[in-house]
Every structure is written in structure tokens, then in C-alpha cells.
């Protein structure tokens, strides 16, 4: 039976309320957020904020420090950190932070865990910065987040409804490989009426997140539908997804097919050696994921 919008929004809405208790980015996160977001404020703001945590400023230290970024010597010192990141890439490292917490939960499946999730999350959020960098886009950070949060929707739906999700599962089919009979947006749609997108752009809204975030959560498995700005940053995840899931490691439950779409290359205007290149590129880049995030 056909879902109406309506229906729709009931049903996303209602895991939204019932997950209250994740569904809250920590204090100091949004105030990253909202201080990132303010044109006037400078390093010294930021640092203000992050000195009043300790576990955070450590984390810090240790992607400052890692073969990651590739910055020459050990740098100890916070203040120096946020100058040598950026604004943006410090605020990444906070929500990756708080994100981290929220993929728990164990295996739901031999197909399906958080920590598979988590890790083709990571995984397609440095495949983003990479496609952003190859083409001059100079999105490199937003790319990243954009990366890191596309999937964000199946931990809702994995904290709302385990059962549910893994009816979802087992309907894919998958194979001893990971790959899918049937796409995980498929079988979303026949047992919880609602998709991750719709369950990712809810929770992003409620996080208050920026509007291209919003629109990759929600779109980033069909990027030509967007009319806007996002298209291109929709793009990115798009082709980023289907590189890291060829890797492996990680769950593409909902990616039946890595092939990349002739018109969302268009779209982003990227050749097939760049595609290659980057290929090439990705699975020592991944090597570095597990110490570093």
C-alpha cells in the first residue's frame, strides 16, 4: 500500500520524538556549530569554547597530529591546532566526537552493524574531502561532514525500532559479500513506510544542522532531484558512497549497484581519471581511519 506524504511525516516525526534522548548533539557541539556558523568569530572564540574540554581538546591533538592532515612536527598546543585546522575541520572533529557515541549498539545481523556503519561513514567522509580537493571545489571540510553524517538516518531508525530494521535487513538479502538482492531503500519503505534520507533530514532539522546538510542526509542517494545550491555537495557523497563501499569494510546494504551515474558526473563535472585516480587513492587514505577518528 502506497505511502502518502503525510503518512510519511507522521512516521518520521514520530521516531524523531521517540528518540529524544539521542537525538541531542552534546551542549559544547552545537556551540561549535553555532560559533562555526557566525562570520565575525575568530580562533580565539573557538579555543574559548573547546578549553573547557578536555577530552576534547585531546582529540583534537591527535588529528592535528595525524598523517591525516600532514602537518610537519607535533603540535601541542590548542590555540595553534585551530589555526593550523580551521575553523571548520575543528568543528568536524567535535561532531565526529559526539557522532562516535551514537554508533553503538552492536551487530544487528551477520549484514549490518553500527561499528560497519560507523566505519563506511568515516570512510565516505574522506572519499568526499578527496573528490572536493581533486576538483578545486574548495569544499573540502564541508564535503567531509556531508560524508560523515549521509547514513545518519539508519541510527535513527536502528534506536527506534531494532526489530524493524532488522526486518529492513534481512529483506535486502544480502550476500556473503555484503552486496543486496534488494536496496535497503526498498525494503525501508515496505516495513517502516520512510527511508534513512527521511529519517536523516528529520534528525538533522532537529539538530538544527545548516540547509546542505539537511538536503545530503535526505538526498544524497538521488542528487539530480535537488533544485539548489546542495546539488553539488549531494553529488560528492553520491559518487564518494559508491568508491568506499568498492573498498569494503563498511555496510552498502543500500547501495545494490556502485554504478556511478553518467548524469551525476555531469552534474559535478568530473572525469572518469579523476574518478580512477581517487579510486586509486582510497585505500591507503582508509588505512589511517582507525587511529585517526
Given at each position: 500500500m502506497a505511502?502518502?506524504?503525510?503518512?510519511?511525516?507522521?512516521?518520521?516525526?514520530?521516531?524523531?520524538?521517540e528518540i529524544s534522548h539521542i537525538a541531542t548533539l552534546p551542549e559544547i557541539t552545537l556551540k561549535i556549530i553555532d560559533l562555526v556558523e557566525d562570520p565575525s568569530s575568530?580562533?580565539?572564540?573557538?579555543?574559548?569554547?573547546?578549553?573547557?574540554?578536555?577530552?576534547?581538546?585531546?582529540?583534537?591533538?591527535?588529528?592535528?597530529?595525524?598523517?591525516?592532515?600532514?602537518?610537519?612536527?607535533?603540535?601541542?598546543?590548542?590555540?595553534?591546532?585551530?589555526?593550523?585546522?580551521?575553523?571548520?575541520?575543528?568543528?568536524?572533529?567535535?561532531?565526529?566526537?559526539?557522532?562516535?557515541?551514537?554508533?553503538?549498539?552492536?551487530?544487528?545481523?551477520g549484514a549490518f552493524s553500527a561499528k560497519d556503519l560507523w566505519t563506511h561513514s568515516n570512510q565516505v567522509a574522506m572519499a568526499c574531502k578527496m573528490i572536493a580537493d581533486k576538483l578545486k571545489l574548495g569544499l573540502?571540510?564541508?564535503?567531509?561532514?556531508?560524508?560523515?553524517?549521509?547514513?545518519?538516518?539508519?541510527m535513527v531508525e536502528m534506536q527506534y525500532d531494532r526489530n524493524k530494521l532488522i526486518e529492513a535487513i534481512e529483506l535486502c538479502g544480502a550476500d556473503e559479500n555484503g552486496v543486496p538482492a534488494v536496496g535497503l531503500l526498498e525494503a525501508e519503505e515496505r516495513v517502516f513506510g520512510a527511508t534513512h534520507q527521511d529519517f536523516g533530514k528529520a534528525l538533522c532539522e532537529k539538530w538544527k544542522f545548516p540547509a546542505p546538510f539537511i538536503t545530503v542526509t535526505g538526498h544524497h542517494h538521488n542528487p539530480s532531484a535537488v533544485a539548489s545550491d546542495n546539488k553539488t555537495l549531494c553529488a560528492i557523497v553520491y559518487i564518494a558512497d559508491r568508491l568506499a563501499a568498492e573498498c569494503g569494510g563498511g555496510v552498502r546494504l543500500d547501495l545494490p549497484s556502485l554504478e556511478i551515474s553518467q548524469e551525476v558526473r555531469q552534474q559535478l563535472n568530473i572525469t572518469q581519471e579523476q574518478i580512477d585516480a581517487i579510486r586509486a587513492e582510497l585505500p591507503e587514505a582508509f588505512e589511517s581511519i582507525d587511529s585517526t577518528l
Open positions: 505511502i502518502s506524504t503525510e503518512q510519511r511525516e507522521q512516521i518520521v516525526q514520530s521516531a524523531i520524538r575568530t580562533a580565539q572564540d573557538l579555543h574559548a569554547v573547546i578549553s573547557n574540554d578536555p577530552a576534547l581538546c585531546s582529540r583534537i591533538l591527535k588529528v592535528v597530529n595525524s598523517s591525516f592532515y600532514g602537518l610537519p612536527g607535533q603540535i601541542a598546543s590548542i590555540n595553534r591546532a585551530i589555526v593550523m585546522l580551521g575553523l571548520n575541520a575543528v568543528k568536524n572533529i567535535a561532531i565526529a566526537a559526539s557522532l562516535a557515541k551514537l554508533f553503538r549498539g552492536g551487530e544487528l545481523t573540502g571540510d564541508e564535503a567531509y561532514l556531508a560524508g560523515l553524517i549521509h547514513d545518519i538516518g539508519m
